[in-house]
């Protein structure tokens, strides 16, 4: 049997089990390791808690795990329970499926202040990761700006501007959702570098902040083009142009407001010893279409900033890394012989959940060139692996003990909630013994 390691449970990691599982037939075991005890990755630490629909496509990653050749291996990580170099010695190769789970800094000063938060801290305080379930961002203000124009940011918006009744049928944590019920905030300003032709911003989730309960969103009419331009857009770009547009209208000021300000760029966060004002200058584009500054500054009330400007895939000792891409350094998914690299950590934090299936595909394809599918390469794999995590009192999970913790989560969850998410190592693991 071929023995292969997968390292991280989130989309990519799935994918590429399901890929490798059917290239080799039967002929191959394939150990799904993850450093917290739960599967899922992005999906159930992502993913915003009140889109249910995006996160059932778990149902799948779970026939993948159900396989016989596949084992879910958590509570394992790599760099401190067993390394690299040891695990390439008990597999045929290591698909290093990571992910991009840490915030790109903003480069700007300030950032350092209290109250600056960046979105991967943000969403996973509000999504159950154990690494921010402290994080207590501050909502005692009455203004908060997010840095960013794709669909994090809307989502940190969302969340944001909702009320308690808003989130039924959502799996949002429980010390957020009374964090965010007694939030004081009431001005959400999106800042944008660039204009509404040039957003990353999706119709659906658009759409969604024009049905709010208790919060509008406003755009400027002043930085549209004129309308006709809009014919010149991508499809999907040009359905969400035109849900901005019909932002620009007065709104109901007994509502909350999610402000979007395009042409905005972050120069500086200031405070007396936390965040109080976000100063960014006003851009313009050139021929290109590049924004440019104007020289002009303006400052935005913000008690809050969270920053939605990217991820970084975090360096693992012995693996090649591409600092400039924040990914690890790779050939098409290569990184040599016998170790590869897959979605997020491969090409950086781009496309959508299904973008990671074909990237899978394809670097299970070259894994079995390189790895013939029925021959044997004389590895111990997870046996070995087992009898290594043994040694260092390692208790790692199974798929078995996730279906005890998910059962757990579902019987503990609020009225009309599918689970209650615990949040914390000790507790997954008290739940198993």
């Given at each position: 049997?071929?023995?292969?390691?997968?390292?991280?449970?989130?989309?990519?990691?799935?994918?590429?089990?399901?890929?490798?599982?059917?290239?080799?037939a039967?002929?191959?075991?394939?150990?799904?390791?993850?450093?917290?005890?739960?599967?899922?990755?992005?999906?159930?630490?992502?993913?915003?808690?009140?889109?249910q629909?995006?996160?059932?496509?778990?149902r799948?990653?779970d026939?993948?795990?159900?396989?016989?050749?596949?084992?879910?291996?958590?509570?394992?990580?790599?760099?401190?329970?067993?390394?690299?170099?040891?695990?390439?010695?008990?597999?045929?190769?290591?698909?290093?499926?990571?992910?991009?789970?840490?915030?790109?800094?903003?480069?700007?000063?300030?950032?350092?202040?209290?109250?600056?938060?960046?979105?991967?801290?943000?969403?996973?305080?509000?999504?159950?990761?154990?690494?921010?379930?402290?994080?207590?961002?501050?909502?005692?203000?009455?203004?908060?700006?997010?840095?960013?124009?794709?669909?994090?940011?809307?989502?940190?918006?969302?969340?944001?501007?909702?009320?308690?009744?808003?989130?039924?049928?959502?799996?949002?944590?429980?010390?957020?959702?009374?964090?965010?019920?007694?939030s004081?905030?009431?001005t959400?300003?999106?800042?944008?570098?660039?204009?509404?032709?040039?957003?990353?911003?999706?119709?659906k989730?658009?759409g969604?902040?024009?049905?709010?309960?208790?919060?509008?969103?406003?755009?400027d009419?002043?930085d549209?083009?004129?309308?006709?331009?809009?014919?010149?857009?991508?499809p999907?770009?040009?359905?969400?142009?035109?849900?901005?547009?019909?932002?620009?209208?007065?709104?109901?000021?007994?509502?909350?407001?999610?402000?979007?300000?395009?042409?905005?760029?972050?120069?500086?966060?200031?405070?007396?010893?936390?965040?109080?004002?976000?100063?960014?200058?006003?851009?313009?584009?050139?021929?290109?279409?590049?924004?440019?500054?104007t020289?002009?500054?303006?400052?935005?009330?913000?008690?809050?900033?969270?920053?939605?400007?990217?991820?970084?895939?975090?360096?693992i000792?012995?693996?090649?890394?591409?600092?400039?891409?924040?990914?690890?350094a790779?050939?098409?998914?290569?990184?040599?012989?016998?170790?590869?690299?897959?979605?997020?950590?491969?090409?950086?934090?781009?496309?959508?959940?299904?973008?990671?299936?074909?990237d899978?595909?394809?670097?299970?394809?070259?894994?079995?060139v390189?790895?013939?599918?029925?021959s044997?390469?004389?590895?111990?794999g997870g046996?070995?692996?087992?009898?290594?995590?043994?040694?260092?009192?390692?208790?790692?999970?199974?798929?078995?003990?996730?279906?005890?913790?998910?059962?757990?989560?579902a019987?503990?969850?609020?009225?009309?909630?599918?689970r209650?998410?615990?949040?914390?190592?000790?507790?997954?693991?008290?739940?198993l013994s």
């Open positions: 049997m071929r023995q292969f390691a997968v390292i991280g449970s989130g989309p990519a990691g799935f994918y590429t089990v399901e890929a490798l599982a059917k290239a080799y039967g002929t191959a075991q394939i150990d799904l390791i993850d450093r917290l005890p739960v599967p899922y990755g992005l999906i159930r630490f992502g993913v915003a808690p009140d889109h629909s995006i996160k059932a496509v778990s799948r990653y026939k993948v795990a159900e396989e016989d050749a596949v084992r879910f291996v958590g509570n394992v990580s790599v760099g401190s329970d067993v390394t690299i170099a040891e695990l390439r010695t008990l597999y045929d190769a290591v698909i290093l499926a990571t992910g991009a789970p840490r915030d790109r800094a903003l480069g700007i000063p300030g950032e350092e202040l209290p109250g600056v938060v960046g979105s991967a801290a943000f969403v996973g305080w509000y999504n159950g990761h154990p690494d921010f379930a402290d994080l207590d961002p501050l909502l005692d203000g009455a203004s908060a700006a997010i840095i960013g124009n794709g669909n994090v940011a809307l989502d940190v918006a969302r969340i944001l501007s909702k009320t308690r009744a808003e989130f039924g049928g959502s799996d949002i944590v429980d010390h957020a959702l009374d964090a965010l019920d007694g004081a905030i009431r959400i300003t999106l800042v944008g570098r660039r204009g509404p032709h040039q957003i990353a911003m999706t119709p989730e658009l969604e902040l024009g049905h709010l309960e208790a919060a509008v969103p406003h755009a009419p002043a549209f083009p004129d309308s006709a331009a809009d014919a010149a857009l991508d999907g770009v040009r359905k969400s142009v035109a849900h901005l547009r019909d932002f620009a209208t007065p709104h109901d000021a007994r509502k909350k407001r999610i402000e979007f300000d395009f042409f905005a760029k972050p120069v500086r966060i200031e405070g007396d010893g936390r965040a109080e004002r976000l100063i960014v200058e006003r851009t313009s584009l050139d021929a290109a279409g590049a924004s440019v500054g020289g002009e500054t303006y400052a935005i009330p913000a008690s809050l900033v969270v920053s939605c400007i990217g991820y970084s895939t975090p360096p000792d012995g693996v090649r890394y591409d600092e400039a891409g924040g990914r690890f790779n050939d098409a998914g290569k990184i040599e012989d016998g170790l590869f690299a897959v979605g997020w950590a491969r090409r950086g934090p781009s496309g959508t959940i299904g973008t990671n299936r074909p899978g595909y394809e670097v299970a394809d070259l894994v079995a390189a790895f013939a599918p029925g044997d390469g004389g590895k111990a046996d070995g692996l087992d009898a290594l995590l043994a040694s260092r009192k390692v208790r790692s999970t199974s798929f078995a003990d996730w279906r005890r913790i998910e059962a757990a989560e019987e503990a969850a609020r009225d009309g909630a599918p209650a998410k615990m949040v914390r190592h000790e507790d997954w693991l008290k739940t």
